[in-house]
Structure formats: C-alpha cells, structure tokens
C-alpha cells in the first residue's frame, strides 16, 4: 500500500516542476491558453487527492473489520497466542493506515499552497 501511494504521490512530490511547465512563460503566453492549463493541473490534483483519500479511507475501513473480527474471536479463545500475534499484527496496520491519513493531509496542504 505504501508504495503505491508514493507512486500516487508524485504529482504531489513534482508540484513546482509541474507548475514551471505548465505556466507560460512571457514570451509563450500567446501561444499557449495558462488558464485551460491551470485548470488542467487543478483538476489533475483534485482527481489524485480524492483517489489516495478514498484508498486509504477504504483499507482503514477494511482493517478496522479485520481487527473487530479478530477482537471477538480472542474474546471467545484467550489462550490462543496465534491470534493475539494476528491482532496486533492488524492493529499495528491499522495505526499505520492511519497515519497514513495524516500524511496524506499534510502532503495535500503543501501541494495547494504550492499551487496557490
């Protein structure tokens, strides 16, 4: 999963670069329409942000089912020490996973203040 958020995140970790390619220079500024393009990045940076957020969103939901399955199956059997490596296990994904969700917001309010 972290990996491809990382992939996911390179228009964010490119920003600068994008915004430097994708604004005309005084000398293009007639050649080439910097609104439909600024329009384009924005759109490119809501559609990524929307994504990763869904994704991620989605595998907390996911685990958080794992682990409130794996809570009650250890209820039933507190002796079995297999099942207690799972749930942490799952548990420490899940904290993960939600980190994650942190990051994500603060990568997402650096890209916008780049872009603004």
Not at 36 to 60: F, G, P, V, W
């Amino acid at each position: 999963m972290q990996e491809l958020l990382r992939v996911m995140r390179t228009i964010d970790d490119r920003i600068v670069h994008e915004l430097n390619t994708t604004i005309p220079t005084a000398s293009f500024v007639g050649k080439v329409d910097a609104g439909q393009t600024c329009k384009e990045l924005y759109q490119s940076l809501m559609d990524a942000h929307t994504s990763r957020e869904r994704i991620i969103k989605n595998c907390i939901s996911q685990t958080s089912s794992v682990v409130k399955a794996l809570r009650e199956e250890r209820e039933k059997a507190q002796d079995d020490v297999a099942l207690l490596k799972q749930l942490r296990k799952e548990q420490t994904k899940l904290k993960l996973m939600q980190s994650e969700l942190n990051v994500e917001e603060v990568v997402n309010d650096r890209s916008w203040k780049v872009f603004s």
